[in-house]
């Protein structure tokens, strides 16, 4: 099991914005967290990751609990936050080089991962602009070849595709399902499309609390994902 949580919640004040959640995520699973804004997702991303801890409950990582572990945790995740926050006024490459010192990657393993990154995420031909010159999509590349550029076990991208437009979409979206190929996956959207077009699994939450659970073609074939989701944001 790559992520084992057992009756996550996560209290703001009175407010419940996770609810006693139990989830399992297997290696290799490509799972789309699929709610309106407001559910929770960013907030069991963020718990995940280790940036913020849980009311109650058990979240384990690789096995490791995010107690005790924390560092380790985050050396073996790859994490795009909501927000992607970028060094507008670095290069591109320079922003790469300098994300993975930070992970310690030194000399020619530094310099090959930085490019190997850059080929993947289709940086290459703007490579040499500083990061507050470009667009939304390619900003978004950036955010995930910083998020890969380790090599993580795990990746956890928090709607990676909001703000993008038609093109930028379907590209990202391939980079991300070529990426869950070799490693597990864990991306939030509140749009449905999305988890059918790069998922394996779906989980939809609502009011901090997982609703729906199953396996896109499941979901698909009942049209049970669409039901629910439209049940969900209709407010029923
Ligand atoms: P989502 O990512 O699904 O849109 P969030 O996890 O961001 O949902 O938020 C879940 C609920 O918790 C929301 O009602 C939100 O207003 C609330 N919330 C999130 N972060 C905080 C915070 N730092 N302080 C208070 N309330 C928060
Ligand atoms: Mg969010």
Redesign the pocket.
């Known amino acids: 099991m790559t992520i084992d949580i057992k009756n996550l919640t996560?209290l703001?004040?009175n407010?419940r914005?996770?609810d006693d959640v139990s989830l399992s995520i297997n290696e290799g699973e490509i799972v789309g967290l699929l709610?309106?804004?407001?559910?929770?997702?960013?907030?069991?991303?963020?718990i995940i990751t280790c940036f913020?801890p849980p009311t109650s409950g058990e979240v384990k990582v690789c096995g490791l609990d995010i107690f005790d572990e924390p560092l380790q945790i985050r050396s073996l995740i790859g994490y795009l936050p909501?927000q992607n926050p970028l060094y507008l006024d670095m290069y591109v490459r320079e922003s790469l080089m300098f994300i993975a010192g930070l992970h310690k990657i030194r000399g020619k393993e530094k310099k090959q991962r930085v490019e190997q990154m850059i080929e993947t995420v289709g940086l290459t031909k703007e490579v040499n602009k500083k990061i507050g010159a470009l667009s939304k999509g390619y900003r978004q590349r950036v955010g995930l070849a910083q998020a890969m550029i380790h090599d993580p076990k795990v990746l956890i991208l928090?709607?990676p595709t909001t703000g993008l437009d038609p093109n930028q979409l379907v590209e990202i979206r391939q980079i991300i399902k070529q990426m869950g190929k070799k490693k597990t996956v864990i991306l939030?959207t509140?749009i449905m499309q999305e988890v059918e077009a790069v998922c394996s699994r779906a989980v939809i939450?609502n009011n901090?609390k997982i609703v729906a659970d199953d396996t896109i073609e499941h979901l698909a074939l009942e049209g049970s994902l669409e039901k629910t989701f439209r049940d969900i944001t209709m407010g029923i």
């Open positions: 996560k703001y004040a407010q914005a996770l709610g309106p804004n407001g559910a929770g997702k960013s907030t069991m991303m963020k913020i909501e928090d709607e939030s509140h939450i901090g």
